[in-house]
Every structure is written in C-alpha cells, then in structure tokens.
C-alpha cells in the first residue's frame, strides 16, 4: 500500500522537472494527481502518462498559475474531477537572470506573478475546500536563493522569500486541519538551469558542500514525506534538500 493510498493532489507545473518528479512520485504513492501546465500540453500528457504506465491516476489540467480566472478554474476542475484536493504543491516557477540595474520592470512583475502570486492564488481557493474538510497539505516550492539571495536574481530571491513568509504566516493561520511547509531546494538540474554556464556550473558544485548538482529525485521524496502521514508534525517548515548550499 502506498503512503498517499487514496488522497488526492493538485501539482501546479508539473509538465517537466520537479513538479514532473513530485507528481510521478506521488502517483507511484497510489495518489490521484492532477498536472497543471501552463503550455507545455504535450510534457504534461508525458507525465500522465508515466504515472498511468505504473497503475497510477492522474489527469492533465491547463491553467496559468498567475491568472486569477485560470486558477479558479484549475481549482474547481480538479475538485470535480477527484471530489476535493487534499494535497497542494505550488511548484510552477520561473526564473530570468537579470542585474537589477538592467531589469525590466516586466521581468520583475512577471517573476514575482509566477513565483509568489501564483502561490498564493492557488493557495486562496484549494484551501476552502481544505478548511471545509478539516483536513489538507499545501507544499510551497521555495528555493535556497529565497534564504541566501544570489546576484542577478533579486526578484526571484524576493518572490522565493515571499514564499517562505507565506508559508509559516499561513502555517499558523490554518493549524491544526491544514498543515502549510516549503521545500527549498538547491541548484537541480532541469531546464530552469539550462541557460547557465560550464564556469557557473562548475562554480556552484564547489560551492555546495556536498560537491554536485541534484537532480529531481533529490527533492521528491521529501514532497512525498510532507505529502504522507510522516509529515503529520510538521507545519511551517522549510526542508531544504539543497546538499548544504544555504544552511538555515
Ligand atoms: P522548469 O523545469 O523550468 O519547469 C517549470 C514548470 O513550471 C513547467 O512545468 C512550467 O510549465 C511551469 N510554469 C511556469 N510558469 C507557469 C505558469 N504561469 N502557470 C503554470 N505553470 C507554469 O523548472 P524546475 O527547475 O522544475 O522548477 C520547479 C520549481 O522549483 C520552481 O518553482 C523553481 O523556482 C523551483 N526551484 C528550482 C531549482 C532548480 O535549480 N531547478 C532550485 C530551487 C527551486 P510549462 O512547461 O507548460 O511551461
């Protein structure tokens, strides 16, 4: 039997990377999960797919995490496709290097619109059906930078931050029913770090303690842990499967 056996979870972008990761993890836990996307449709249909080849359920939902409509309509879908969301994760993100004496306002405002606001619109109406229940899991991907801060990515750092504050006030708030953590990884390697280069990458693995990069199977598990019964006394917690970069 598996540590999710009958829940039911919403991973927002979940069409590759960690949300890919924590969503087949999940679903290899025996929970339903929908895999929001924002357009990747043909990544989101993989990753139900992987989760169906192992037994699993699960169903693909577009939604922009930072649209106010969209998100109302990803929240009601999946509650009337599994009848309530008992797990949360925010896990849609993105990131735009940028010195702030060249960054856009745009790219500040689009940034902290996926990063922070999308978090917490998701968060604002999976947790009426959460509270109705007594009972939920909100999982906020965070990231080490939202403890440490990294040049070029003041507004990402800020929103991550953003996120971290979100989750304990929260934390408080919805306790005891509905528990609210963060998970704040290190440097993964997914698209979001495809841009960077050898030196930088070179660089960041002597600069964590643990001597490499991660990978997504260094983050799910601890997903699956908050997600589980193991996770039953944590609440407003920051778990950072980060092989030591940002020590908190
Ligand atoms: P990724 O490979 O770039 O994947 C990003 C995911 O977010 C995709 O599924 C994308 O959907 C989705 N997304 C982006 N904007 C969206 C929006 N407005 N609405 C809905 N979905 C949206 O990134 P990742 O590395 O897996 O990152 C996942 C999370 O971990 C992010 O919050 C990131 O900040 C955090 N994180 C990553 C690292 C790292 O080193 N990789 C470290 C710390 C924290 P589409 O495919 O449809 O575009």
Not at 89 to 111: C, F, I, K, Q, Y
């Amino acid at each position: 039997m598996g540590m999710l056996e009958g829940k039911s979870a919403l991973v927002t972008g979940a069409s590759r990377g960690i949300g890919r990761g924590i969503a087949a993890a999940f679903g290899r836990e025996g929970a339903a999960v929908a895999v929001n996307y924002r357009s990747n449709e043909d990544g989101a249909a993989e990753t139900v797919e992987a989760i169906e080849s192992e037994g699993g359920t699960a169903v693909s939902v577009q939604a922009d995490v930072s649209d106010e409509d969209s998100v109302r309509r990803l929240v009601e879908t999946v509650e009337d496709e599994f009848g309530g969301i008992d797990v949360l994760v925010n896990n849609a993100g993105v990131l735009e290097p940028s010195t702030l004496d060249e960054m856009d306002v745009e790219t500040w405002d689009r940034t902290v619109s996926v990063d922070l606001r999308g978090t917490f619109l998701v968060t604002r109406f999976a947790i009426e059906g959460m509270l109705e229940r007594g009972d939920g899991r909100v999982i906020n991907v965070a990231s080490q930078l939202g403890i440490k801060g990294a040049p070029e990515l003041a507004h990402y750092s800020a929103a991550k931050g953003g996120v971290i504050s979100f989750t304990r006030a929260l934390a408080r708030e919805v306790a005891p029913d509905v528990r609210v953590n963060a998970i704040a990884p290190g440097p993964i390697e997914t698209d979001m770090l495809e841009n960077t280069t050898e030196e930088w990458r070179e660089n960041k693995e002597a600069e964590v303690p643990l001597g490499r990069m991660g990978t997504v199977d260094d983050v799910a598990p601890t997903a699956v842990l908050l997600a589980g019964d193991g996770g039953d006394y944590y609440t407003g917690q920051t778990l950072s499967p980060d092989g030591g970069d940002a020590m908190h």
